[in-house]
């Protein structure tokens, strides 16, 4: 007997758990293999109802968690020009800061020489998850921050988010300022054998903007939780994602070191900048 047949022949009620075979009690049992087939046919509308079910409900979540990121995201993209002020009234306390100095075309030769090296190492299977992260890391994203500290599949930390978009957007700002001071060529253009993975961007070397960026997070989050176990980890993806950027052929490790070096002196600024979202980030912590 066909599953048609089966539906045709008897009467069901929809119930939240499936379809109930109202004459089932009743109705002799002539042929048991049709009864048989008709218990089958049961449980699979009901396997398929459950399944869809939980489909729509997973559905729904993945739905909801991708509103709120996008909701953060597109609050924290809009130009935080009251930041940007407040940020420009204390220019004295960080357009000077003591940075290192750049290497001499000498010195910067021998680092692009080590970034040769990373440049052969890349096809190596030890290191054939880079190539995915320096892509994925070119644009503005916040998974290597998120991942650290367990929240990148959560909801709920639209504040942290937020907060982590105002900081890349800030330093990005300060750090060209410093890369026009100091005007340092792209690794290629010092050594012509290096193929990086992406195309230089349109400005400066030294510092590297995704190490200063990377770092200021990091030391701002370390700030609110001083205490939180995944402050290190952080750290680590921060140190991960401004070392690609020499993986790629974009970046001396000078400019790591410098970016490094940059948000380490200038997170007491963005501390009085960002004071507002960093208590408001806090507040999802405690």
Known sequence: MSIQDILTRHRFTVTSTGLRLDDQAEAPVDNPDAAANAGATLSLLALNRNRNRNRNRNRNRNRNRNRSLNNAAGAALQEPWKERELLHDLRSEWQDLPLPLPPNAEGLRRQALDLLVKQALRTTPQESGRKAEILREANIELSGYLRPLGIEELGGYDATEGLFYLILALTDEIGLRYKDR?????????????????????????????????????????????????????????????????????HYAC????????????????????????????????
């Open 182 to 250: 100091y005007n340092v060529l792209r690794p290629n253009q010092i050594e012509p054998r290096l193929r990086p993975l992406l195309p230089n961007p349109p400005h400066q070397s030294y510092p590297s903007n995704h190490s200063f960026q990377s770092f200021s997070i990091a030391f701002l989050f370390s700030r609110i939780l001083p205490e939180h176990p995944a402050s290190s980890e952080l750290f680590n993806s921060a140190r991960r994602i401004a070392e690609n950027r020499e993986w790629a052929g974009l």
């Open 255 to 286: 400019d790591t070191q410098a970016g490094y070096q940059l948000a380490r002196m200038i997170a007491p600024v963005l501390e009085k900048v960002c004071k507002k979202q960093m208590l408001a980030a806090q507040a999802e912590w405690l």
